[in-house]
């Protein structure tokens, strides 16, 4: 059995998706890419701003589905440049705290909306 989490605190989907999908102790959240939840429009062109406002959204997510960011248990970070690697790392690594969750990251060649970071995470209500 699956549940679905939506808030209006976390941009809607822009596509055919759910926000979050709960399967057995698990939460799967879909990529986040940094639009203001209120106006689904960009928060900036600047890489720590958009990292802030996907991670804001990440959280918003947890929070609907009962989670934090401590039941993080992995991660992906989409990029769409690796020359922003250390900025997107730092503002991540400030949302977190030890142990840290699984972690991957790719540059890849388009992110939607023109974003420049998307992130999708996995959490565990164990």
Same mark, same amino acid.
């Given at each position: 059995?699956?549940?679905?989490?939506?808030?209006?605190?976390?941009?809607?989907?822009?596509?055919?998706?759910?926000?979050?999908?709960?399967?057995?102790?698990?939460?799967?959240?879909?990529?986040?890419?940094?639009?203001?939840?209120?106006?689904?429009?960009?928060?900036?062109?600047?890489?720590?701003?958009?990292? =802030?406002?996907?991670?804001?959204?990440? $959280? &918003?997510?947890? %929070?609907?589905?009962?989670?934090?960011? /401590?039941?993080?248990?992995?991660?992906?970070?989409?990029?769409?440049?690796?020359?922003?690697?250390?900025?997107?790392?730092?503002?991540?690594?400030?949302?977190?705290?030890?142990?840290?969750?699984?972690?991957?990251?790719? =540059?890849?060649?388009?992110?939607?909306? $023109? &974003?420049?970071? %998307?992130?999708?995470?996995?959490?565990? /209500?164990?």
């Amino acid at each position: 059995m699956k549940k679905v989490y939506s808030t209006k605190n976390a941009p809607t989907a822009i596509g055919p998706y759910s926000q979050a999908v709960e399967a057995g102790n698990m939460v799967f959240i879909s990529g986040q890419i940094p639009l203001f939840p209120s106006t689904m429009e960009m928060v900036s062109d600047d890489v720590a701003l958009q990292t =802030e406002q996907v991670m804001k959204n990440l $959280g &918003a997510i947890l %929070e609907e589905a009962g989670l934090n960011y /401590k039941d993080l248990v992995k991660t992906t970070i989409l990029l769409a440049s690796m020359d922003d690697f250390t900025t997107v790392n730092e503002v991540y690594a400030s949302f977190l705290e030890e142990p840290y969750p699984a972690r991957a990251a790719f =540059e890849v060649s388009e992110l939607p909306k $023109g &974003a420049k970071v %998307e992130i999708e995470a996995v959490a565990t /209500k164990a």
